[in-house]
C-alpha cells in the first residue's frame, strides 16, 4: 500500500523559510509525477510545483524564485524549499504522485499525502 507522509511545517514569521519533505513508502514505481499542493482556508488546492517524468519542472507564478521543489527518485523523497515566504502561503502543503506523466487533471493524481500546515504570521 502506498503512503506519503509530508513533514516540516510549521509556524514562522513573513520573509522567513520552511523546507517541506515527502516520503513515499510501499512505492513501486520508477517513472512518475510527483508534485506539491497548497490549500489555503476556504479556497481550493493548487499547484505549487510540479516534476513530470522527464524532469520537467512547473511552478505556480505565486511562488517563482522562492520555492524549489526536487526530488531523490532512488528513495521516493520529495522536498520543497520555500523562501521569503508570505502571509497568503498559510495553509495546508500536500505532496502528490502519479504513475507515468502528469495528468492533466492534477486532482486525479493517484496518491496524496495527509499534508502539513504552515503558517506565516506578518
Known amino acids: 500500500q502506498v503512503r506519503l507522509v509530508e513533514s516540516g511545517g510549521g509556524s514562522v514569521q513573513a520573509g522567513g523559510s520552511l523546507r517541506l519533505s515527502c516520503e513515499a513508502f510501499g512505492y513501486p514505481y520508477s517513472s512518475y509525477c510527483v508534485g506539491w499542493f497548497h490549500q489555503a482556508p476556504g479556497k481550493e488546492r493548487e499547484r505549487v510545483a510540479t516534476i513530470d517524468t522527464d524532469d520537467e519542472t512547473i511552478y505556480a507564478d505565486s511562488v517563482k524564485g522562492r520555492f524549489t521543489i526536487s526530488r531523490n527518485k532512488a528513495n521516493h523523497t520529495l522536498w520543497l524549499q520555500m523562501n521569503n515566504l508570505k502571509v497568503d502561503d498559510s495553509g495546508m502543503f500536500y505532496c502528490?504522485?502519479?504513475?507515468?506523466?502528469?495528468?492533466?487533471?492534477?486532482?486525479?493524481?493517484?496518491?496524496w499525502g495527509q499534508g502539513t500546515q504552515a503558517t506565516v504570521s506578518s
Open positions: 502528490a504522485s502519479h504513475r507515468g506523466n502528469c495528468p492533466l487533471r492534477l486532482s486525479t493524481m493517484d496518491y
